[in-house]
């Protein structure tokens, strides 16, 4: 007989990294749960699968994180979808957002959407899911950021909201060891998505609007630079969907899995230089200089 179909649920499948997932995991031959939050997203998933001659392995959720009442409510839609043989095998965890700006002047309303949608939506989703998850002892994967390790300026609350996600994923990796489902953090640097898209035009926005702030506004030209030069060299988000999915099939569970030459490079400078120096060639990459 052959082997049973593996269920792959993502989050966040309305763009970028989560529709290349779910659309890498239906070409692999998975079936898919992709979660989107607007109709015409949904639409367009679905009108890839048939088109790719798998309409029946995909299902699509209309699901905010943030919605507490939405999030409950899914895992019996996903149950329905697997069926009482059925089993998920890899839950990737990828809904996000970027919110920029410097953290003296960042409204703390605008921190709290931070939060709420990378650390609280995905904590909710990980607790909604799971149980589906380890009852096929599958593998949990995290998709965080290279500012999961180190920080950038005006992106403090996304680099915050990013070192949260590692730290979860490595208790997650201790909690569940002993259900045997591994636990994966997936680390990409300038991928070229939406979200990038729309952090160049929130880092374009930020700079008009400190223009005139004599503190942030030569900090925030420099990040509008350093935000055009990364989306020049990003990479399709196909290539992260491919990382994702290479760690979801691995014999051995990786820990981190940094993705694009950028995260390799910078995360190696994390770990060994002193942070002395990676302050220095961070500033000097952007163009800061000390007064």
Known sequence: ???????????????????AVAKAALARGRRVVA???????????????RAAGSGEALEVLRLDVTDEEAVAAAPGRVAAFLGPEGRLDELVLNAGIAVPGPLERLPLERLRRQFEVNVFGLVACLQAFLPHVRRARGRVVLVSSQAGRLAFPMLGAYSASKYAVEALGDALRLELAP???DVVLVEPGAVATEIWERSLADASDLRAELEDDADYAPLARAVHRGFERAVRHAIPAEECA??????????RAPIRVPVGRDARR????????????VDALVRRELGIRRR
Request: with cysteine; hydrophobic share 45%; aromatic share 6%.
């Open 1 to 19: 007989m052959p082997p049973p179909t593996r269920t792959l649920l993502v989050t966040g499948a309305s763009t970028g990294i989560g529709r």
């Open 35 to 49: 979660t989107v939050r607007r109709a015409e997203d949904e639409s367009a998933l679905r009108d890839h699968a």
């Open 179 to 181: 259900f045997g489902v």
């Open 242 to 251: 491919a990382a994702v999915l290479d760690a979801c099939e691995a014999k």
């Open 266 to 277: 910078n995360l190696r400078l994390a770990r060994w230089l002193p942070a002395r120096w």
